[in-house]
């Protein structure tokens, strides 16, 4: 056993072994950050928002597996690296770990709240790592020493590391049966009946019938995600409070039970990301069920001074919302509800944040736990220090969701449909334009609120060939889309949805 394989296997197997003792300790303490994820949201927290924007457009959904997956392979190489250290002597390898183990260290203790148990997972594969590898590389050892009995030796390696990576498989699975804490708050929030909530259908004739329009109200599988977590956070909800606080004369620290006692409030309600481009789909319409935060804030005493709440999640995760838009007549509020239903988890249970018109970045906190009435002077959000802007108002925008572009389409009378939006301020009329034509008025769907997107739809006339359509909206403050392109960053894309066809 004279080549580097047999070598950078044991390295690999140690470390394999490690992460799994690792994850199981995770798993048994229900600690939410196993340190490989800790590692993964660490990078996402050093990322420069240029660089996270560009990579929710190239990967979307996937931006997250595929980071996970860089971290992975990264430290992996990592493991093959020091088990060929240890041809050299039995310490060679030992920096390699140690430093594996103080990344995975400054990870989970930049984690908001991190304590002396979260260390855990992290020292036990530290010792794993030294432990196993020490007893490969002396298995490797023995039969570099004796040729004589080179395959025997050779047997015996493959033998005990087929046992290491048999046992740090089931260690795993051991670790995620024992410690199914995000299943015990799923079985929780399917048991949770929270009084005042209730499961409405959409009103009539927010619809126009219209096949492959997008849905008016977005089930809650549908409703797009995005969020900065990993491993989302898994909280019971008597495990929950919230503390409102800064400057007010008074502080306010609620439990759940506090909160759903409070007089709820329910509202559709469309939310979208600001890293939504012309035409994307990141935005989603749903019922929602909570307390309104101007209530809350209302006999708290709050400073003139004041001008901003920022928001921290449980996860750590922060923005800075404009006060004016938590305590105006917009039913801002902390939502425990969504479409009739406990807020799933990745869409924030127990509690939520959620503000009408203004995009998510500054306003939609999940699993909120923290409200510091404040000055945008003094506070600044994760975002916010990424370069983008600390208002964010949601900018009137409007899409074609059919036809596709690219779509080819029979000659003549030809359906042409989608949504329009602009939160807190409403949709007075859609237009559709073809071929650089005259502007056609669009039919509109009925909203319960301004704080809704709204369908539309109109029949136009195609002759065969090619042909552009596009789309602008005006909000019924007066304001006409602009045609002006801008990308989302820093405060939200700009320009008319447009789209090509084949009439044949």
């Given at each position: 056993m004279t080549t580097r394989t047999p070598w950078r296997l044991a390295g690999v197997l140690a470390g394999l072994a490690g992460l799994a003792t690792s994850y199981a300790t995770a798993m048994v303490f229900t600690i939410r950050e196993a340190p490989v994820v800790a590692v993964a949201e660490l990078v996402i927290r050093l990322t420069p928002g240029a660089v996270a924007e560009r990579a929710i457009q190239v990967l979307g959904h996937l931006d997250k597996p595929v980071l996970v997956g860089g971290v992975v392979v990264l430290v992996l190489a990592c493991f093959a690296w020091a088990g060929s250290l240890a041809r050299r002597s039995w310490w060679s390898p030992l920096p390699v770990w140690v430093a594996l183990a103080a990344v995975g260290l400054?990870?989970?203790?930049?984690?908001?709240?991190?304590?002396?148990?979260?260390?855990?997972?992290?020292?036990?594969?530290?010792?794993?790592?030294?432990?196993?590898?020490?007893?490969?590389?002396?298995?490797?050892?023995?039969?570099?020493?004796r040729p004589d009995?080179?395959?025997?030796?050779?047997?015996?390696?493959?033998?005990?590391?087929?046992?290491?990576?048999?046992?740090?498989?089931?260690?795993?699975?051991?670790?995620?049966?024992?410690?199914?804490?995000?299943?015990?708050?799923?079985?929780?929030?399917?048991?949770?009946?929270?009084?005042?909530?209730?499961?409405?259908?959409?009103?009539?004739?927010?619809?126009?019938?219209?096949?492959?329009?997008?849905?008016?109200?977005?089930?809650?599988?549908?409703?797009?995600?995005?969020?900065t977590s990993i491993s989302v956070p898994a909280i019971e909800p008597d495990e929950w409070s919230i503390r409102i606080h800064g400057m007010v004369d008074r502080e306010l620290t609620l439990t759940y039970s506090q909160l759903v006692a409070r007089q709820l409030t329910e509202s559709w309600i469309t939310l979208n990301c600001v890293s939504n481009e012309v035409g994307g789909d990141l935005i989603g319409n749903a019922r929602w069920s909570g307390?309104?935060?101007?209530?809350?804030?209302?006999?708290?005493?709050?400073?003139?001074?004041?001008?901003?709440?920022?928001?921290?999640?449980?996860?750590?995760?922060?923005?800075?919302?404009?006060?004016?838009?938590?305590?105006?007549?917009?039913?801002?509020?902390?939502?425990?509800?969504?479409?009739?239903?406990?807020?799933?988890?990745?869409?924030?249970?127990?509690?939520?944040?959620?503000?009408?018109?203004?995009?998510?970045?500054?306003?939609?906190?999940?699993?909120?736990?923290?409200?510091?009435?404040?000055?945008?002077?003094?506070?600044v959000g994760y975002w916010t220090t990424r370069g983008w802007s600390a208002q964010g108002p949601v900018k009137i925008a409007s899409r074609i969701d059919v036809p596709s572009s690219g779509d080819e389409v029979a000659v003549g009378s030809v359906s042409v449909g989608g949504m329009a939006w602009h939160q807190h301020t409403g949709i007075s009329k859609v237009e559709v334009q073809v071929d650089g034509g005259a502007w056609e008025p669009a039919e509109l769907g009925r909203v319960p609120s301004?704080?809704?997107?709204?369908?539309?739809?109109?029949?136009?006339?195609?002759?065969?060939?090619?042909?552009?359509?596009?789309?602008?909206?005006?909000?019924?403050?007066?304001?006409?889309?602009?045609?002006?392109?801008?990308?989302?960053d820093p405060d939200g894309s700009t320009g008319w949805h447009t789209i090509q066809v084949s009439a044949r």
């Open positions: 400054v990870a989970v203790l930049s984690q908001r709240g991190a304590g002396v148990v979260d260390v855990l997972p992290v020292g036990v594969g530290l010792v794993t790592w030294i432990a196993v590898h020490a007893a490969l590389v002396d298995a490797l050892r023995r039969g570099a020493r009995l080179e395959s025997r030796e050779r047997r015996v390696f493959v033998m005990v590391a087929g046992v290491i990576a048999v046992a740090s498989l089931g260690i795993a699975v051991a670790g995620r049966v024992v410690g199914a804490g995000r299943r015990q708050v799923e079985a929780s929030r399917q048991l949770l009946r929270i009084p005042g909530v209730t499961r409405k259908p959409a009103p009539p004739k927010t619809s126009l019938g219209l096949p492959g329009i997008s849905p008016w109200q977005t089930s809650n599988e549908d409703f797009y995600r995005i969020d307390v309104r935060l101007a209530d809350l804030l209302e006999g708290l005493g709050v400073s003139d001074r004041a001008d901003c709440v920022l928001q921290t999640s449980h996860d750590g995760w922060t923005c800075a919302t404009p006060l004016a838009a938590l305590t105006d007549d917009r039913d801002a509020m902390l939502a425990v509800a969504m479409n009739g239903r406990p807020l799933p988890i990745e869409h924030g249970f127990p509690v939520r944040t959620v503000v009408p018109g203004l995009y998510g970045y500054v306003s939609a906190t999940k699993w909120v736990v923290d409200m510091e009435v404040s000055t945008f002077a003094d506070s301004d704080d809704t997107w709204v369908q539309w739809a109109l029949t136009v006339d195609l002759d065969e060939g090619d042909h552009e359509v596009r789309v602008r909206a005006t909000g019924k403050d007066g304001e006409t889309q602009t045609s002006a392109v801008a990308r989302p």
